[in-house]
């Protein structure tokens, strides 16, 4: 049975750092993504990482202030978050596909967590 366990979300000041991770059990995957959706706003990508981490791609919003990881030997991926903004404040996903190649779309990812909130206070 896959699941994804996300973790590290909380409240931070603007400017401020934080780390998600998203432990995967089950199976390994193509590749792996973090989505966010603020309230009443659509899920949107943040980012996405090949499952041996040779490939990464972000949504511009984040690029330069977000960085995606993985650890295949704790089967972990992880979200770095810095230089935060209150714009970055919504419940944060982890998500995994069997889709090959780097993706932002979230139809291409069949599985999901559960999510972890993640508040930034000006």
């Known amino acids: 049975q896959v699941q994804l366990a996300e973790s590290g979300g909380g409240l931070v000041q603007a400017g401020g750092s934080l780390r998600l991770s998203c432990a995967v059990s089950?199976?390994?995957?193509?590749?792996m993504g973090w989505f966010r959706q603020a309230p009443e706003k659509e899920r949107e990508f943040v980012a996405t990482?090949?499952?041996?981490?040779?490939?990464?791609y972000y949504a511009g919003s984040v690029k330069g202030r977000f960085t995606i990881s993985i650890d295949n030997a704790k089967n972990t991926v992880y979200l770095q978050m810095d230089s935060l903004k209150p714009e970055d404040t919504a419940l944060y996903y982890c998500?995994?596909?069997?889709?090959?190649?780097?993706?932002?779309?979230?139809?291409?990812?069949?599985?999901w967590g559960q999510g972890t909130q993640v508040t930034v206070s000006s």
């Open positions: 990482i090949s499952w041996t981490g040779g490939a990464t």
């Open positions: 998500a995994a596909r069997s889709y090959v190649g780097l993706s932002n779309d979230r139809n291409l990812y069949p599985y």
């Open positions: 089950g199976r390994t995957f193509a590749g």
